[in-house]
């Protein structure tokens, strides 16, 4: 068994070919509450060689056994089961979510009630992925064959464990692919615990693996492999641009989910009250370790003042604590080097711009790698901290000038993952909407995602998308077959 439950700290195994497996060296590390500072559980260090052998075992299990025969009927069923064990133990998973990120209850439990529904949703689509008859002349017969890719290696970020392993497990198996995931270092405990339902579930040994492992060895490992037929990415850039660079030797199918600096633009006619909340939300929520966090703040000046002034009072209720406490708005970051990363920032920032509030460690709190929520203003857009992914709960607040200047600084940036657009003027909206060069745009939000639509970047965001059919068709190869009808001989030589 993979994880004994006992008092103190767990410990846990990968889990490889339906079996759990302690690394071939012996090594293990350490996980930790970064809320309490210590270590909650100690997990199986694979390296290359426990990469190649879950390797071996989805290789084995895509090309003969079970699961090759598994109809689309039989994987949406597999996908139903998981959702229905997530729902069943959503209680137990959200707590070991939040105790492992540090995030907020409330969040974890949402985290994990999306988590079900992406297994259902791909549970569902299936059964739906249907083939294409080609228009070609009389004398033939051409129709498309939607195949699996093979065998999918992935690899996750700490932000959101749970739900960033739906979102590349559920679309795979829909297709009908065998997966290896590798988990972040900081936080492999959620998926783990749910390979538990695996064999329940109906998926046979070597159809998913997890290896936990940190990326310089396990998943370098299995961006190099050439048994892996496709990397799904979430990370940084950084990596990001490493795994392309890796994967080129093999010429693996790259998909890349990385991260951004998503400008979120306040117009002087937006909805006062709901534009004040929607800044906050957009940079604050899980932290600000989001991907889309709307991290660049952009004020028309007419309500520059003010609205600093506004969302600084309202940013002083933002309620840091114990994360598994229900009224806890914040938590504190992942891990002592996120915290050290986001406090470099803060010191950056204050040379950088204004500080509005916060800037460092909240006073009333003793242990744990909290930072307060902090709003730089007056920022430039060519500082450092308008143009580099900080992953934390730090805003930076930039007037513009009218319509024209609000899109150039919104698209003076590396990144395109996200932007929102506060206004009442629908003509301005849409304008904006089409002038932003990023793959997600909200509109008087920010932040709400569906599994239902696409995810995925422009720019140095990163490449593909997931979510909704999109998701589905990055693990589905195209085969195109040709019928002859025509009886007569070719006649060429
Ligand atoms: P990261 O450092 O890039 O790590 C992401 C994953 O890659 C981890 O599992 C990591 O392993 C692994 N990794 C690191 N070096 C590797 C290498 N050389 N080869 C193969 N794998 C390697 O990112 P992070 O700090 O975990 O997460 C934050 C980043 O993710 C941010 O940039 C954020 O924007 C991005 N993100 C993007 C999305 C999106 O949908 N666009 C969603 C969430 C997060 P270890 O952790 O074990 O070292
Ligand atoms: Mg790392």
Redesign the pocket.
Known sequence: MSSSATAGARSYQNFVNGKWQGAISGKTFPVYDPSTEEIIAQVAAADGADVDRAVQAARAAFDSGPWPLATAQDRGRVLFKLAEKIRQNSAALAELECRNTGKPIVEAEYDIADVATCFEYYGGLATKVTGHVNPVPANALSFTLREPVGVAGQ??????PLL?AA?KLAPAIAAGCTCVL?????TPLTALECANYFEEAGLPPGVINIVN????T???A??AHPGVDKIA????????K??VK?AADTLKRVTL????KSPNVFFADADWEAAVDGALFGVFINQG????AGSRILVEKKIYSKFVEAMTEKAKRIKLGPPLERETKMGPLVSKE?YDRVSSYLEIGKKEAKTAIGGGRPKQIGKGYYLEPTIFYDVDNNARISRE?I?GPVASVIPFEGEPDAIRIANDTPYG?AGAVWTRDIYKAFRVVKSLRAGIIWVNHMQPTYVEAP???YKQ??FGR?LGPWGLEEYLETKQVFVNLDETPIGWY
């Open positions: 690899i996750i970020p700490w932000n959101y960033m979102w590798k988990p972040a270092e900081q492992g940190f990326g310089e396990a998943g370098s299995l961006v990415f979430t990370g940084s850039a950084a990596v990001g490493i795994i890796s989910e990385l991260g951004g370790e989001v991907c889309s996120q992914e992953f993952l995810w995925g970047g965001s990163g997931e």
